[in-house]
T-cell receptor, first 113, second 109 residues
Framework: SQTIHQWPATLVQPVGSPLSLECTVEGTSNPNLYWYRQAAGRGLQLLFYSVGIGQISSEVPQNLSASRPQDRQFILSSKKLLLSDSGFYLC????????????FGAGSRLTVL | GQQLNQSPQSMFIQEGEDVSMNCTSSSIFNTWLWYKQDPGEGPVLLIALYKAGELTSNGRLTAQFGITRKDSFLNISASIPSDVGIYFCAGFNGNKLVFGAGTILRVKS
């Protein structure tokens, strides 16, 4: 069966420090991968999605970047965190073209101080 | 961009009552999904709807994909305390899933 892992679960970082959140999916190949951000426990905002290795689509201009170095690995990064980067970050996957149900990871809570 | 309008924003109901929430959009979607999120966790899929007019049940949950493909509703019958959480509708078109702002459900026991 397929599983999605996301880490770290919680992170407290100072302003200006770098960020790396990692997400991996097991039990499938060539998934679509997604990063969402959720602020204040409400709506989910799509940040990035990827349909294949090295293919990243950005949805909103921001201080973050994403990379997909391997088929089932998706990384969210920042060189210098801002206070406004605080939030709950969710990785998700779907089986690929034509498949339209997303399965989410457990989330990473980022607090920037 | 595509937006989903989800209502109500929050509900505070008595245990045993039925609950109804809905989503509307100005855009057509080819799939509607309903997720539930417990505090500090990722959303979990409740029901997926793939055809206009489709009515699907999952236990005490029932959801429908509107005929116009621009709306969907979710009903929860006989609510229980563990139904608390945030419920999200989501519409899928292409490679992206667009979420509503969520409905916070609180149940009085």
């Amino acid at each position: 069966s397929q599983t999605i892992h996301q880490w770290p679960a919680t992170l407290v970082q100072p302003v200006g420090s770098p960020l790396s959140l990692e997400c991996t999916v097991e039990g499938t190949s060539n998934p679509n991968l997604y990063w969402y951000r959720q602020a204040a426990g409400r709506g989910l905002q799509l940040l990035f999605y990827s349909v294949g290795i090295g293919q990243i689509s950005s949805e909103v201009p921001q201080n973050l970047s994403a990379s997909r170095p391997q088929d089932r690995q998706f990384i969210l990064s920042s060189k210098k965190l801002l206070l406004s980067d605080s939030g709950f970050y969710l990785c998700a996957w779907s089986p690929g073209p034509g498949a339209n149900v997303l399965t989410f990871g457990a989330g990473s809570r980022l607090t920037v101080l | 961009g595509q937006q989903l309008n989800q209502s109500p924003q929050s509900m505070f109901i008595q245990e045993g009552e039925d609950v109804s929430m809905n989503c509307t959009s100005s855009s057509i979607f080819n799939t509607w999904l309903w997720y539930k999120q417990d505090p500090g966790e990722g959303p979990v899929l409740l029901i997926a709807l793939y055809k206009a007019g489709e009515l699907t049940s999952n236990g005490r949950l029932t959801a429908q994909f509107g005929i116009t493909r621009k709306d969907s509703f979710l009903n929860i019958s006989a609510s229980i305390p563990s139904d608390v959480g945030i419920y999200f509708c989501a519409g899928f078109n292409g490679n992206k899933l667009v979420f509503g702002a969520g409905t916070i459900l609180r149940v009085k026991s």
